[in-house]
């Protein structure tokens, strides 16, 4: 089993920054990629960024590009979310993400962490 933690949410302004972490722990594992969803009060849930275990390919969702920027150290087992010029439309739960085989960025994952909440005011 695979057990994902994330830490780094809060309250910023907008205009702000924040850094999302994601830490694995439990078994070892080769996924595939790993990714980072929000999911807003009355709103569905959106893949937000997304990386190859590698950490070579990346995915982005339009609402993010440009101001968020996904990363990893598999040395650390830990998965990144820089969030920079951060909007009041990026309030929401943010989960981080595992997936054992290919597939979709935004799709197909077997691991979920709890959560970590992220709200902008304006």
């Known amino acids: 089993q695979v057990q994902l933690v994330e830490s780094g949410g809060g309250l910023v302004q907008a205009g702000g920054s924040l850094r999302l972490s994601c830490l694995a722990s439990?078994?070892?594992?080769?996924?595939?990629?790993m990714g980072w969803f929000r999911q807003a009060p009355g709103k569905e849930r959106e893949c937000v960024a997304a990386?190859?275990?590698?950490?070579?390919?990346?995915y982005y969702a339009d609402s993010v590009k440009g101001r968020f920027t996904v990363s990893r150290d598999n040395a650390e087992s830990t998965m990144y979310l820089q969030m920079n010029s951060l909007k009041p439309e990026d309030t929401a739960d943010y989960y981080c993400?595992?997936?054992?085989?290919?597939?979709?960025?935004?799709?197909?994952?077997?691991?979920w962490g709890q959560g970590t909440q992220v709200t902008v005011s304006s």
């Open positions: 439990g078994r070892t594992f080769s996924g595939d990629r």
């Open positions: 990386i190859n275990w590698s950490g070579t390919s990346t």
């Open positions: 993400a595992a997936a054992t085989s290919v597939g979709r960025w935004d799709r197909g994952y077997d691991y």
